[in-house]
Structures are given as C-alpha cells and as structure tokens.
C-alpha cells in the first residue's frame, strides 16, 4: 500500500483545508493500493482554528461580535487548557463582506478584540491570533478599542479608528489596570511585510480590500500616524518591525501594545498537526492553494512542505486552482507535477463556482499516479 499526505491550504472563496483532504480520501477509496493521510493545515489565516481543533485536541466555540462593517457576525474560536486560537478572518475576514463592498477605509478589527476578550474572560492566558484573511487596514486600533484602549482625536473626544480615519489619532490612552499582564499574545502569520512603505501592510494588501489609488495614500498616511502616535504611548517603533503588516497593521498593533510576538503560522501549524512527521514515512505528498504563484515561494505553508518533502526525499505533487510559476520554479520547488481546477473548468470563474466538482477530478487523476511512484 502506498502512503500518500495530503495536506493543502484552503483555495479562498471555494475550497476549505479539510475539504481537499476529504476529496483525496474518496479518490484513493476507488484506487487499489494507496491510502491517504489528510490534514487539514493553514498559515495563518482561514481554516487554522480547524486545523488545531481536528488534529490538536483544541474544542471549538462561537460568540457574536462585530463584523469588519459594524454589521453582528457569529464567529468560531477554540481553547485547550489556558490557550485560545482566534482567527482575525472569523470576526473581522474579507470573506464576511461581498466583494461589491470591500472598503478598507471604513472597516474595524473591533470583534476580533471582542473574541480575545471574551476567550481571556473564560480563563485563557494565552492568545494565538492568527492573523490573515483580514479585511481591514486599522493597525489592529479597532481590537485595541474593545479591550479598554481609547484612540482620542485632536480634541479629546475618543472615537473608533478605521483604516480612512488613523490620520486622525492624536494620543492614546491605555487600560488603567494591568489586566493583560499574565496573558501571552502570539501572532500566528504567514507574511513578514512591515506596517509602511512599498511593501507594507497598505499598499500590498491594501488593493485586494478594495482600496483605490487614493486610498491607499489616506490609509499610507493614517499607518504613519498610527506610528507616531504609538511610540510615544508605549516607546515601540513599528517602522522596521518584520511582520507588523500582517492583517492591515494588527500584527503590529498587538506587538506594540500588548507585546506580542510575531511568529510564522505555517511553522506552528506543521509542528503542531505532526504532519512533518507523516511526511517522513509517506510514498508521495501532495499540497497546494487556491493560487500557486509568487507569493507561494516566500515562506507560506506550501513552500514548507515541498521543503519537507524533498528533505526527506519524498515525491511532491500539486492542487491549485491556478498555477502562475513556470515550470522550472515548480520544478526547483520540488513538484514533480501540478494539477489545477483550470485545466478541467471553461474559465476561472467555472473553475471557482464549481471548485468540487473540478477537484474530484483533479484528486482521482493525481491518485491513479502514485501507483507507479516510488521513494527517491
């Protein structure tokens, strides 16, 4: 019987972690000699609080907080022992709004803040953030907002910033008691971009959360203000902080305020899950996302897998909903091939609606391989 591990990220707005697993499982149901081992796996963003309940012993909880737009949303955490694992895209996930109203101006981080406080009020005295799939650019001001701290403008009067209004944060005033100080905050993420610049938190991600050109420059201009007003309330400097982008800035507005350490979210997942050691034993590996391209080289869960796999010198197979490396990138990489929902879809869009269709395909046809796959 051939091994094989299957463990790929969620594919956005089609295809959760699990449910890629699930579909090899089936495939290989229907094949002679081979038996798959899914996990489900994230780095940091969508799917990372069932990755730690379905393999890590974590049990899940809901709560109803403030969505991204104001609007209540019911959103899921998990706690084992004292820890907590709270996505920021349950409460505060570009998901959570339709892509017609994506508007990084005008959305807050306030319930992702309302589901840490509640999980520090039930006994948790450690808080793993993940911290993607935001869609929000508020340096983490509205988390901050709901647990006691108060953003005050010009005048004094305290208000709730948003990515369009941090330009009008003068001062900033903390929690007057010390309830955070036996609490651990990690952020769990799977970019290392700092707060400004070219490469920060706005300007890369701030597109995809529907900002336009000017835009950018109002929310640019609101981080370097966020900035200043925040190191002279706490003496942190965010400017060159690896990571501080993450989540529109929340990564950085946890670390200056409530001291939190910025970590790599596939590596506490893999580590975690096991799935390092599956890979170990296993005949073939298959993982992937929704979009293999760039971004994928740079330290996102896929990377760290294929390294795994060619470490330990095991074949490496890919599922994506789109490829955009070319084939000797995916070869450096360690893939030996690549299936993509495209290649059975008439368009991307046939590709995303019917996305589990497209991957039972893709998963019978990378399956009916590993029959002739062997161990390097």
């Given at each position: 019987?051939?091994?094989?591990?299957?463990?790929?990220?969620?594919?956005?707005?089609?295809?959760?972690?699990?449910?890629?697993?699930?579909?090899?499982?089936?495939?290989?149901?229907?094949?002679?000699?081979?038996?798959?081992?899914?996990?489900?796996?994230?780095?940091?963003?969508?799917?990372?609080?069932?990755?730690?309940?379905?393999?890590?012993?974590?049990?899940?909880?809901?709560?109803?907080?403030?969505?991204?737009?104001?609007?209540?949303?019911?959103?899921?955490?998990?706690?084992?022992?004292?820890?907590?694992?709270?996505?920021?895209?349950?409460?505060?996930?570009?998901?959570?709004?339709?892509?017609?109203?994506?508007?990084?101006?005008?959305?807050?981080?306030?319930?992702?803040?309302?589901?840490?406080?509640?999980?520090?009020?039930?006994?948790?005295?450690?808080?793993?953030?993940?911290?993607?799939?935001?869609?929000?650019?508020?340096?983490?001001?509205?988390?901050?907002?709901?647990?006691?701290?108060?953003?005050?403008?010009?005048?004094?009067?305290?208000?709730?910033?948003?990515?369009?209004?941090?330009?009008?944060?003068?001062?900033?005033?903390?929690?007057?008691?010390?309830?955070?100080?036996?609490?651990?905050?990690?952020?769990?993420?799977?970019?290392?971009?700092?707060?400004?610049?070219?490469?920060?938190?706005?300007?890369?991600?701030?597109?995809?959360?529907?900002?336009?050109?000017?835009?950018?420059?109002?929310?640019?201009?609101?981080?370097?203000?966020?900035?200043?007003?925040?190191?002279?309330?706490?003496?942190?400097?965010?400017?060159?902080?690896?990571?501080?982008?993450?989540?529109?800035?929340?990564?950085?507005?946890?670390?200056?305020?409530?001291?939190?350490?910025?970590?790599?979210?596939?590596d506490y997942v893999l580590k975690l899950t096991g799935v390092l050691d599956e890979i170990k034993t296993a005949d073939a590996v298959i993982t992937g996302e929704g979009k293999i391209d760039s971004q994928t080289l740079s330290g996102k869960i896929v990377?760290?897998?294929?390294?795994?796999?060619?470490?330990?010198?095991?074949?490496?197979?890919?599922?994506?909903?789109?490829?955009?490396?070319?084939?000797?990138?995916?070869?450096?990489?360690?893939?030996?091939?690549?299936?993509?929902?495209?290649?059975?879809?008439?368009?991307?869009?046939?590709?995303?609606?019917?996305?589990?269709?497209?991957?039972?395909?893709?998963?019978?046809?990378?399956?009916?391989?590993?029959?002739?796959?062997?161990?390097?």
């Open positions: 019987m051939k091994k094989v591990v299957v463990a790929a990220d969620s594919f956005k707005g089609s295809l959760d972690s699990k449910s890629i697993a699930s579909a090899f499982c089936r495939a290989a149901e229907k094949s002679k000699g081979v038996f798959v081992v899914g996990f489900g796996v994230s780095d940091g963003g969508e799917g990372s609080v069932d990755a730690l309940a379905e393999g890590c012993g974590f049990k899940k909880r809901s709560a109803e907080v403030t969505g991204p737009t104001g609007a209540r949303v019911l959103a899921e955490y998990a706690v084992k022992n004292f820890a907590a694992a709270i996505e920021t895209a349950a409460a505060s996930g570009l998901t959570l709004i339709p892509y017609s109203e994506h508007n990084a101006l005008i959305t807050t981080t306030y319930g992702t803040g309302e589901l840490v406080m509640r999980a520090i009020k039930e006994g948790a005295r450690e808080i793993l953030l993940f911290a993607g799939g935001s869609a929000t650019n508020d340096g983490g001001a509205g988390a901050l907002s709901a647990m006691g701290f108060r953003f005050l403008d010009g005048n004094g009067a305290e208000f709730l910033p948003t990515g369009g209004t941090l330009q009008n944060i003068s001062s900033v005033k903390l929690p007057s008691d010390n309830s955070f100080s036996e609490v651990n905050f990690r952020v769990l993420s799977d970019v290392t971009n700092p707060l400004l610049g070219r490469f920060g938190a706005t300007y890369v991600y701030g597109p995809q959360k529907g900002a336009t050109k000017e835009d950018l420059e109002i929310m640019e201009r609101g981080m370097e203000n966020f900035c200043a007003v925040t190191k002279k309330a706490t003496g942190v400097s965010l400017e060159n902080l690896s990571g501080a982008g993450a989540a529109g800035g929340l990564s950085g507005g946890m670390a200056a305020y409530l001291g939190a350490t910025i970590e790599s979210g596939a990377s760290k897998i294929a390294a795994a796999a060619k470490a330990f010198g095991v074949p490496l197979y890919g599922i994506a909903g789109t490829s955009e490396l070319s084939e000797k990138e995916l070869e450096d990489m360690g893939f030996s091939a690549v299936e993509t929902l495209e290649k059975y879809a008439s368009s991307r869009e046939d590709s995303i609606v019917n996305a589990k269709k497209y991957l039972a395909m893709a998963a019978e046809n990378l399956i009916d391989r590993f029959g002739e796959t062997k161990r390097r």
